[in-house]
């Protein structure tokens, strides 16, 4: 089946322009999670979506940055006023939910991502 | 908060030749340990996941160990191809957070036919 889908696939924007990302998760996958992903560095948790709970924003670096999810299907990452720091590859990722403490664990199914670069 | 370093950042070896790339976290307090391959231009492929009650998991020619206490994790490839070079990701996820990945930086590996 089709896996996770995001777009653009590449966006060059100048400095203090507004940006939106998009993710297309798996269909069915209840949870939806956003990355960062800096030139040499590791992958940064941004926010999570589980179903119809709050989402956990506790990665968003600034207020600059908004994510929402549209029910359990599409989600748009927003960047406002964009910076140079904000350059990087932002990538999506579903699972089919999450465990706590005591099921399984889910595999986080990851898109493409989105190749930002500002100017 | 949560460390994950990966060693070395990158690696060179003759097709044939055995991959050994090492992960190591700080907070040994985990929920389980992924290891993820990444292509130029592609998204992560998870490749094997190992709940922190495990010691290790395979996947044909690929093998990862957990040592929770010493906060370690080695994945081994045998045999390597041509078509294993790529960047290795590590993650783990914290146990009561178990959705949220830390990630190490990668090691990129050649493999050189």
């Known amino acids: 089946g089709a896996g996770v889908s995001q777009s653009p696939s590449n966006k060059v924007t100048e400095k203090g322009k507004d940006v939106e990302l998009r993710c297309d998760p798996i269909?069915?996958?209840?949870?939806l999670y956003w990355y960062r992903q800096r030139l040499g560095q590791g992958l940064e948790f941004l926010i999570y979506?589980?179903?119809?709970?709050?989402?956990?924003k506790s990665g968003l670096p600034s207020d600059r940055f908004s994510a929402e999810r549209t029910g359990e299907s599409v989600s748009t990452l927003t960047i406002q006023r964009t910076q140079q720091e904000d350059s990087a590859v932002y990538l999506c990722?579903?699972?089919?939910?999450?465990?706590?403490?005591?099921?399984?664990?889910?595999?986080?199914?990851f898109g493409p991502g989105t190749r930002l670069t500002v100017t | 908060k949560q460390e994950v370093t990966q060693i070395p950042a990158a690696l060179s070896v003759p097709e044939g030749e055995n991959l050994v790339l090492n992960c190591s976290f700080t907070?040994?307090?985990?929920?389980?340990l992924q290891w993820f391959r990444q292509d130029p231009g592609k998204g992560l492929t998870s490749l094997l996941l190992?709940?922190?009650?495990?010691r290790e998991q395979t996947s044909g020619r690929l093998n990862a160990s957990l040592d929770k206490s010493s906060g370690r994790s080695t994945l081994y490839i045998a045999a390597s191809q041509p078509g294993d070079s790529a960047t290795y990701l590590c993650?783990?996820?914290?146990?009561?957070?178990?959705?949220?990945?830390?990630f190490g930086a990668g090691t990129t590996v050649t493999v050189r036919a």
């Open positions: 907070d040994s307090a985990i929920y389980n």
């Open positions: 990722a579903s699972s089919p939910g999450t465990s706590g403490r005591e099921g399984p664990s889910y595999e986080q199914y």
């Open positions: 993650a783990v996820s914290h146990r009561s957070n178990d959705y949220k990945l830390s």
């Open positions: 190992i709940q922190s009650s495990q």
């Open positions: 979506f589980q179903g119809n709970s709050a989402p956990d």
């Open positions: 269909s069915g996958h209840t949870a």
